[in-house]
Structure formats: structure tokens, C-alpha cells
């Protein structure tokens, strides 16, 4: 069964129009990452978060084809800490394509991905680690067949810019020129044969002693499909290289394997783990070992609930040009980073949804950084914190 809410929507000719508006209440119970060992004790704060959102598309009849996408991301925080007061704010993004010969053999695209992300810093302090992204491009790709929706083959080739400013951390402001080929053919009815391959060109706006200007491409390649009519299966594998100008540089072999499972029509079972590495502004580079677990259970058109286990254990390149009076305790830092958590969704009517739900987030690490003169600690990467939240959708 689906979502009562699925039919919604306002609609002129092609075009469907969906906006909608949410309240939540949360309460977060270490706004700011801190350790018990540090001079940055865990910091409790709760927020109302409004998030407006609005969509428009035109289907996928039309040889021209719309599709918009924008969320709002309202932060109100009351409190007597000016630090948890500083990160009231406003962010968001906007997700804008236009494909073009869209069921033709040969189509076009062009985009363009902007977001605002809010982010507290990792201790208490009233700048904030707030970025703007944007990403604009084009893809091409190859699509033949008769049937759009029976194809068998498809290559995509695209290209793209993209702009990361951080509002008060100049360091981190980065531009890159991005590429990437994607394949898909599907050689069995329920089976495909894959490719992602990408490589990028990485700069920073700010030279820094900790990182370096890079030139990141992967390969990847695979299966993925269905084995039978309720399994579903992924299995890829490949190589990537950093590829920073200075300091160390990530090269060696990626790799991702996830299985899915329906034991009925309303549950969705999938576990899954990845290899990849992650551009670090310390020690350039993380090598991520990412586990997956995740459940989807529907209990008839009424309610969902999603809850999901994420476990990475994350190897960084060895850090350099450590300043002066300071030391660490690794040269590659190792870290155990979890994420975690439970969302329910009730559909009350077509018009209004509640939405509660906890996730957890944290990091298991022996890692600090130390003054050589006192044996101070100036900054522990380990934290834990949880996150309740509840409230209400308003959608037509």
C-alpha cells in the first residue's frame, strides 16, 4: 500500500505543483560535539525548525522536461548562551534540471544544485561552520531504443563547477572541476552490468599548511539487479587515487556490496558495506569503511517507520606540519564514527502528517591534540549525541 498523501499536488496541464510545510520541536543534547575531557563540555540546546518545501515537474511525457526542487531550513534557538542563541539562521537548497530530447535517443541536460547547510561548530564559539555549496553543469547522455522505459543502455557523460564557500572558515573554501561517465546495461531483465567513473580538480581559495590542492578520480564497476523477486543485490568494485599535490595521497582498491530484502509488500530489509575515501582538511584524505544496516516498515497507508544503523571506521592520511607547541596522539588518526536512528511518519489525512523520531551521532577515538609544554588537551575528536524531535507536515 501507499502513502494516503501520494495523489496530492496541484495541477495545470503537464505541470504538477507540490509544496508543503513542516514544525519540529528538537532537542539535541551536545550541540556542539564536546568531550567531558576537553575545555568544551557538552552543550544541550532546543530549537523549532520551519522547513517550507515546493516542487514542480512536468512528468516524463513531454520531450522537454522541468523538474524543481527547494527546501527551506528555518533554525530558531532560545537560550541564555549566546554561542546556541548565534546559530538561529536560515539555509536550505534548491535542485533545478531541465533534460531536453529527454525520450530521445540522445538527450541533454543541464542543472544547477545549491544549498546553504547549517552546522554548529565542534566546540562552543559564536562562528559557525554555515556553508554555501553550488554546483552548475550539463550531462549527455545515450539512450537508444523504441521505448523509453525499456531500454536496455544508457551512458552518461557530465560535467560540472562547483563552488564550496564556508562562512567563517576561509580555510575551507574550495572550487572544483568536476567530470564523470556513468554506464548502465541491462543484459538480464532484472540484471545490469555498471560503470561510475569520475575525476575531479580540487582548489583551495586559501593556502593551509594542513591540506593540499588535489586531483580525485575513481573507476567503479559491477552488478547490481534483482536475484529474485524479493531479493535485491548490489556488488561493485574498483580503484581510486587522491591524488593531493603535497602530503598523502589515497591509492588503493574501493569496493561496495549491499543486499536488500522484502519479506512482504511492507518491509524492506538492506545491509550493505562500502569502501571509498573522503576528501579530510586534516591529513588530506579519509580512508572510509562504511557498514550499513537499515529497516523500512509500512503498517498499511497510515504510518512508516524507518530506522537505520551506519558504522565507519575511518583511517586519515598521516598529518603534517603539526604547529608548534602542540602534538598528537596519532600521526594517522583513527576513528569510529556511528550514526543512527528511528523516524515514524503518520499520515493523519491527505493534507497533515506527524513526524517523531531519534537519531544518535558520534565518533570513537583515542585521537587528541595536546600542548607539548603542559600536556593540556586542546582538542578531542571523540563525542556521542542524541537527538529527539517531533512535529507536524501541512502539504496539498
Given at each position: 500500500m501507499g502513502s494516503i498523501s501520494k495523489n496530492r499536488g496541484l495541477r495545470s496541464g503537464d505541470f504538477t505543483l507540490l509544496p508543503s510545510v513542516s514544525l519540529d520541536g528538537h532537542y539535541d543534547t551536545n550541540v556542539f560535539n564536546g568531550n567531558e575531557d576537553e575545555n568544551n563540555k557538552p552543550l544541550t540546546a532546543t530549537s523549532v525548525r520551519i522547513t517550507p518545501r515546493l516542487s514542480l515537474n512536468n512528468g516524463k511525457e513531454t520531450e522537454v522536461q522541468f523538474k524543481f526542487a527547494a527546501a527551506g531550513d528555518i533554525r530558531l534557538y532560545v537560550a541564555d548562551n549566546e554561542s546556541i542563541n548565534n546559530l538561529t539562521n536560515f539555509g536550505g537548497n534548491a535542485d533545478l534540471g531541465v533534460d531536453f530530447a529527454a525520450r530521445r535517443a540522445i538527450s541533454l541536460t543541464v542543472f544547477n544544485n545549491f544549498s546553504r547547510a547549517l552546522r554548529p561548530n565542534?566546540?562552543?564559539?559564536?562562528?559557525?561552520?554555515?556553508?554555501?555549496?553550488?554546483?552548475?553543469?550539463?550531462?549527455?547522455?545515450?539512450?537508444?531504443?523504441?521505448?523509453?522505459?525499456?531500454?536496455?543502455?544508457?551512458?552518461?557523460?557530465?560535467?560540472?563547477?562547483?563552488?564550496?564557500?564556508?562562512?567563517?572558515?576561509a580555510f575551507g573554501d574550495t572550487s572544483t572541476v568536476r567530470s564523470r561517465l556513468t554506464g548502465s546495461w541491462r543484459f538480464l531483465p532484472r540484471t545490469a552490468a555498471i560503470l561510475d567513473a569520475g575525476w575531479d580538480f580540487r582548489s583551495f581559495g586559501t593556502v593551509s599548511q594542513f591540506t593540499s590542492n588535489s586531483s580525485p578520480w575513481r573507476v567503479q564497476g559491477g552488478l547490481a539487479g534483482a536475484l529474485t523477486s524479493r531479493v535485491t543485490f548490489r556488488l561493485t568494485a574498483g580503484w581510486g587515487n587522491s591524488m593531493h599535490d603535497s602530503g598523502a595521497s589515497f591509492n588503493s582498491a574501493l569496493g561496495n556490496v549491499s543486499?536488500?530484502?522484502?519479506?512482504?509488500?511492507?518491509?524492506?530489509?538492506?545491509?550493505?558495506?562500502?569502501?571509498?575515501?573522503?576528501?579530510?582538511?586534516?591529513?588530506?584524505?579519509?580512508?572510509?569503511?562504511?557498514?550499513?544496516?537499515?529497516?523500512?516498515?509500512?503498517?498499511?497507508?497510515?504510518?512508516?517507520?524507518?530506522?537505520?544503523?551506519?558504522?565507519?571506521?575511518?583511517?586519515?592520511?598521516?598529518?603534517?606540519?603539526?604547529?608548534?607547541?602542540?602534538?598528537?596522539?596519532?600521526?594517522?588518526?583513527?576513528?569510529?564514527?556511528?550514526?543512527?536512528?528511528?523516524?515514524?511518519?503518520?499520515?493523519?489525512?491527505?493534507?497533515?502528517?506527524?513526524?517523531?523520531?531519534?537519531?544518535?551521532?558520534?565518533?570513537?577515538?583515542?585521537?587528541?591534540?595536546q600542548s607539548s609544554v603542559d600536556d593540556s588537551v586542546l582538542d578531542v575528536g571523540a563525542y556521542i549525541a542524541h537527538e529527539i524531535f517531533a512535529g507536524i507536515s501541512l502539504r496539498y
Open positions: 565542534n566546540w562552543e564559539t559564536t562562528a559557525t561552520l554555515n556553508r554555501i555549496n553550488n554546483q552548475v553543469g550539463a550531462r549527455v547522455s545515450f539512450h537508444p531504443g523504441e521505448t523509453p522505459e525499456r531500454r536496455p543502455l544508457e551512458i552518461s557523460l557530465m560535467g560540472a563547477y562547483v563552488k564550496d564557500e564556508f562562512e567563517d572558515f543486499l536488500g530484502y522484502a519479506p512482504s509488500a511492507t518491509t524492506f530489509l538492506a545491509v550493505g558495506y562500502s569502501r571509498d575515501f573522503q576528501q579530510s582538511y586534516y591529513g588530506n584524505f579519509v580512508d572510509a569503511n562504511r557498514g550499513s544496516l537499515s529497516l523500512q516498515q509500512r503498517f498499511g497507508n497510515l504510518m512508516e517507520v524507518t530506522a537505520w544503523f551506519n558504522f565507519t571506521y575511518g583511517i586519515y592520511g598521516e598529518f603534517r606540519d603539526i604547529p608548534a607547541n602542540t602534538k598528537v596522539t596519532q600521526a594517522n588518526r583513527k576513528d569510529y564514527m556511528l550514526d543512527a536512528g528511528i523516524r515514524s511518519s503518520i499520515e493523519v489525512s491527505r493534507l497533515i502528517g506527524v513526524q517523531v523520531g531519534y537519531t544518535m551521532r558520534g565518533v570513537i577515538t583515542n585521537f587528541r591534540i
